[in-house]
């Protein structure tokens, strides 16, 4: 570890924190109905969206109402996607003339953008046509994020709300977090990325002849329009095979920065923006400090597990300087290579800028860990705000025990039915995630698929259906998973990770919105102070974490002991 | 149910207009005029010859260039088609056994990190310092080269 790896990892989280009160309270007015500086040009197109579409945007949806067009509108995304991958082969825009995608790998894909998880069983650039990462894939990048927004948005009236069913009109925020939010930061991004060598064209690829005589075939396309919103809307699903790893996707240094603070941003300006909304800046203050309080925590450790090295490869005479280098590249180094997995993992974006699965042992946990905490630091753009959200209700739920009073959060009293619909939202991700790994690790369709044997197997399998029921889609890439039983349980592990938990939540905004908001007495507990936030944390930790620490023990903590053994497989 | 139907399907149309063709389009058009070198992939050409992109990494051995890290896509190294790392684990035996087959092939008996582990991507266009001074290559660097934290691998 470096001071100047450390002064890297503090100047990118400088910046998100800089650009999240402007952007928060930006999104308040959004999703306030406000008119805003680009009312005057999007106005106009939103009223021609609604009118087409036969939309009242003032007429609001009770919860249900709302739950039945997320899951309508997903619908339709999902066959729409499935349909163009299978049939890329008989439209334009396919340069490399790919054939269309298998019907496995195909639902799989479809399911994985739907559900903003962005798991890839396949290498964009020998798979895809740009008509398909163009209209399939960047659409979807848009929508399900815009649909996670959407959703937050309506817990976030609830508790703004008291006496009501409404929470808003489901078609009317899908609008407006496409047009006046993701879009017009994607055109931003997109174009700085596009100044840092990210290229942008219409070819499939150009060849080269090396000053040695040799061929190189450079594959590019529409990268910079992917990029960008990949990050913005916490995707992470790359345009080419290795992601942002590829010089192509992230050139340069600054390039990652811009990478990270993308990623970042949106889903710590929505925390804020809920802060602003219901009416306490002071809460919204209070949930991001326990997401940059853990985010930096979970970066130093794999900081640090990385610049360690490995110890098996030390034996065999390499330089321990520059750490663990397998899977990284040297533009990024350890620390920018750190932040990058634990932004990722702890958002559920899931672009990579260095291969997980050639972390250390303890440097690959961190990551997974973060993924099976429900990803909530801050998490995905609009389920990181719900997830947080939820788990505040668990925690105000514990400390209302502990004193004997009802729990109450902002004013909403905490009573049974939101604790056993949080409950169910919180026991999807253990009962999928460990239920088809024990599957998969002793079955042979699935442990037929390990790369490397040994405990580091477990951690390959674990790690896959880790990824799809939290929505991240970053893998430790030996497993292979294009095969069917792989593409299909992951894929319905990425169903389930997402409407499984999303419904609940909706339904928990639906009850929370009907209660009248209590005023505030001396008995209530704050929630906006520095004790909240350790309550939170641990109850993260506790809650989110432990019920994994069996499967963790036996993957990376045995891992990491038999590499100091020196044994390998 | 039925009310939802009409605005699911119109609107995931519309908006896939919007940004599946109009915004990757005009990102397009845009980055094409106002910043063609970067748009095509940086390209690098000498007399007429695209001889390699400023960003990629490539092979080389012979022993006036900057040779690069090992390379873990296939079915060559430096594919720039099919980009790929390794993935395999910390405890592998296949990672243990080539990398310290990279490190006997270097002649000394040590060799700094990136020199003998493959990278992220499999194109990295970089190495470091350190690396030169492992390579038995180094003793015909240039007299002229400046200390840096990284060189390129890629023609500039």
């Not at chain 1, 927004?149 to 407006?176: K, P």
């Not at chain 1, 690959?364 to 429900?374: E, H």
């Not at chain 1, 049974?416 to 002793?442: C, D, N, Q, W, Y």
């Amino acid at each position: 570890m470096s001071l100047i790896g450390w002064l890297q990892i503090g100047f990118v989280l400088v910046a998100v924190l800089v650009l999240v009160r402007p952007l928060g309270l930006y999104m308040a007015r959004v999703f306030s109905g406000e008119r805003t500086f680009l009312s005057p040009v999007l106005a106009p197109v939103e009223r021609g969206f609604y009118a087409l579409a036969g939309v009242k945007p003032e007429r609001e949806q009770s919860w249900l109402g709302y739950a039945l067009g997320v899951l309508a509108f997903s619908t339709a995304g999902f066959f729409g996607l499935y349909v163009l991958l299978r049939v890329q082969n008989y439209l334009p825009l396919n340069p490399q003339g790919f054939a269309g995608l298998a019907p496995d790998l195909a639902f799989n894909t479809a399911v994985s953008f739907v559900t903003n998880t962005n798991w890839q069983s396949y290498g964009g650039e020998t798979t895809m046509s740009h008509l398909s990462q163009m209209l399939g894939l960047t659409v979807q990048n848009f929508v399900s994020a815009a649909t996670g927004i959407g959703v937050a948005m309506a817990l976030t009236r609830a508790f703004m709300r008291s006496g009501v069913s409404e929470l808003g009109n489901f078609w009317v925020d899908l609008t407006r977090a496409t047009l006046y939010v993701l879009l017009p930061l994607a055109i931003v991004v997109a174009l700085a990325f596009v100044t840092m060598g990210v290229p942008q064209s219409l070819d499939a690829s150009f060849v080269a002849t090396t000053l040695e005589g040799a061929q190189q075939t450079i594959a590019t396309g529409p990268v910079a329009s992917q990029e960008a919103i990949k990050q913005l809307g916490t995707n992470g699903g790359g345009f080419f095979n290795t992601n942002a790893a590829h010089p192509f996707e992230n050139p340069t240094a600054f390039s990652n920065y811009l990478q990270i603070i993308a990623m970042l941003t949106v889903s710590s300006a929505l925390v804020y923006a809920f802060g602003q909304m219901v009416g306490s800046r002071r809460q919204g203050c209070a949930l991001l400090s326990v997401t940059v309080i853990m985010l930096v925590v979970s970066t130093g450790a794999i900081y640090w597990a990385e610049s360690f090295g490995n110890p098996l490869l030390t034996a065999v005479g390499v330089d321990p300087m520059l750490g663990n280098m397998e899977g990284k590249e040297v533009r990024f180094g350890q620390a920018m290579s750190a932040l990058y997995a634990a932004v990722t993992t702890g958002l559920s974006n899931g672009g990579v800028n260095a291969m997980h699965g050639s972390l250390t042992p303890l440097g690959g946990l961190v990551p997974l860990f973060l993924m099976q905490l429900g990803e909530v630091l801050p998490g995905g753009v609009g389920s990181g705000l719900y997830g947080l959200l939820v788990f505040a209700i668990l925690a105000v739920f514990v400390a209302g025990l502990m004193v004997g009073r009802t729990p109450e959060f902002l004013g909403k009293k905490i009573e049974a039915r939101e604790m056993k619909l949080a409950m169910l939202a919180v026991l999807i991700l253990p009962l999928t995630i460990l239920g088809f790994t024990a599957v998969s690790a002793v079955a042979e369709w699935g442990t037929n698929s390990i790369l490397t044997p040994g405990p580091h197997g477990l951690s390959e399998i674990l790690y896959a259906y880790t990824s799809a029921a939290a929505n991240n889609g970053s893998a430790f890439g030996g497993l292979t998973a294009n095969t069917p039983w792989y593409n299909t349980t992951l894929g319905i592990a990425m169903l389930l990770g997402r409407f499984a938990y999303l419904v609940p939540v909706l339904a928990i905004a639906g009850a929370i919105a009907k209660k009248p908001r209590a005023a505030v007495s001396s008995g209530t507990f704050p929630t906006d102070r520095p004790l909240f936030v350790g309550l939170l944390i641990g109850i993260i930790l506790i809650l989110g974490g432990l019920q994994f620490f069996p499967a963790l023990a036996l993957g990376p903590i045995v891992e990491h002991f038999v590499m100091l053994a020196g044994q390998s497989f | 149910m039925l009310t939802q139907i009409r605005p699911a399907i119109v609107l995931f149309g519309l908006l896939s207009a919007v940004t599946g063709l109009l915004y990757p389009l005009a990102i397009t058009g845009a980055a094409q005029v106002a910043f063609p070198a970067q748009a095509n992939g940086s390209r690098v050409i000498d007399e007429g010859t695209i001889i390699g992109s400023d960003l990629i990494g490539q092979n080389f051995s012979q022993p006036q260039y900057f040779w690069p890290r090992p390379s873990a896509t296939g079915p060559d190294a430096y594919n720039a088609a099919a980009s790929s790392g390794s993935n395999v684990g910390p405890t592998g035996a296949a990672l243990i056994e080539r990398v310290g087959e990279a490190v006997t092939a270097t002649g000394k008996p040590t060799a700094s990190a990136d020199a003998v582990t493959t990278s992220g991507s499999g194109l990295d266009p970089h190495i470091t310092p350190k690396m030169l001074q492992h390579r038995s290559s180094a003793s015909r660097l240039p007299a002229a080269l400046t200390p840096r934290s990284s060189y390129p691998c890629s023609p500039m």
